[in-house]
């Protein structure tokens, strides 16, 4: 267990301790937009980009995981809209936002930092695809469903095009593609790009884990809302355990590839939801609770599940 304290202790010590400093220190919400800036557009994007230009190309190309992985984030999705929508009576879009809330994993700011301190480089693979193609379909989906629910007035061409526009020039995402380029090309940068790439890329999890800390703590908990009762079981059990189950079924993975997207199924609610809310209009409140709470009692859930990888107790194929 000494083991266990060890890895989550530094990883969960820079949420609280960026959440801490926020709420000594006086700075106005915006101060966080260049450190923002520097994560999302500079030092992930070096991370992914050094990561998966080093991996064999035959490992970069597995539809069946990308397919499984995503799919199952989707049915985690499907499910708490439609309790959203049909149980609880509320509108596409709050069902729409609750569907995110309970299968839209932090994946982005946590999940590199978590995995590959947990399972090594080799656990960087699985994180860039599950990242780039989770993120993508997110992308999609959210404007679309929004689309429906009325929160959008553009013309469904201009609407296909943003979306389109901001696949394709996600930074997370050009520079995974930017690594599968080198990795096919077997092209090395030279040394002092390379030494720069390794800078950014050392500072990707530290700044990420600290930014994610000071914006819980801009958003403070004023209530709970109701849909936490069944979107916090299935973002933080329900989702790793189909993930999991899915896999055990869908073939043989190499074990890392297995442990990584079940680590990155287990993590909170993130972010990007109450980003989602800003910008439709819709559950922002609510989204900001949900990211809190899940945030807090994933430090119980994900070094349970990190136990269960650590020791054995979870086999890579459950179904043999």
Not at 115 to 124: F, M, R, S, V
Not at 153 to 168: D, E, F, M, T
Not at 214 to 231: D, F, N
Not at 243 to 258: E, F, K, N, R, T
Request: one cysteine or more.
């Amino acid at each position: 267990m000494a083991e266990i304290t060890g890895l989550v202790l530094p990883f969960f010590g820079l949420i609280f301790l960026g959440y801490v400093t926020a709420r000594l220190v006086d700075h106005p919400g915006e101060a966080m937009g260049w450190l923002n800036t520097f994560i999302v557009y500079l030092a992930l994007p070096a991370l992914f980009f050094k990561l998966v230009s080093r991996t064999p190309v035959a490992e970069l190309t597995r539809a069946d995981f990308i397919l499984t992985s995503v799919g199952t984030t989707y049915v985690v999705f499907a499910l708490i809209f439609a309790i959203g929508l049909f149980l609880r009576r509320n509108t596409v879009a709050e069902a729409t936002m609750q569907g995110f809330a309970g299968a839209y994993g932090n994946i982005g700011y946590m999940g590199p930092g978590l995995a590959l301190l947990a399972l090594g480089e080799t656990a960087a693979v699985p994180v860039a695809l599950i990242f780039c193609f989770e993120n993508a379909a997110h992308f999609t989906v959210a404007p679309a469903m929004m689309a429906a629910a009325g929160g959008s007035k553009q013309k469904p061409v201009v609407l296909a095009l943003g979306i389109a526009r901001r696949i394709a020039f996600h930074p997370f995402i050009l520079s995974t593609f930017a690594g599968v380029a080198a990795a096919f090309l077997s092209f090395e940068p030279p040394l002092p790009l390379q030494r720069l790439i390794d800078y950014l890329a050392q500072a990707a999890a530290p700044c990420a884990l600290f930014a994610m800390g000071v914006t819980l703590a801009l958003r403070p908990l004023k209530r709970i809302p109701a849909e936490i009762g069944y979107i916090v079981p299935a973002k933080l059990v329900l989702h790793p355990v189909l993930i999991y189950l899915a896999l055990s079924l869908g073939g043989a993975y190499d074990p890392i590839w297995v442990q990584t997207a079940v680590l990155l199924a287990s993590l909170p609610t993130a972010t990007n939801v109450f980003v989602i809310g800003q910008q439709y209009g819709v559950w922002q409140e609510r989204a900001s609770a949900t990211i809190l709470i899940t945030t807090l009692l994933s430090v119980a859930t994900v070094t349970g599940l990190l136990y269960l990888i650590r020791s054995g107790a979870l086999p890579a194929d459950l179904f043999p």
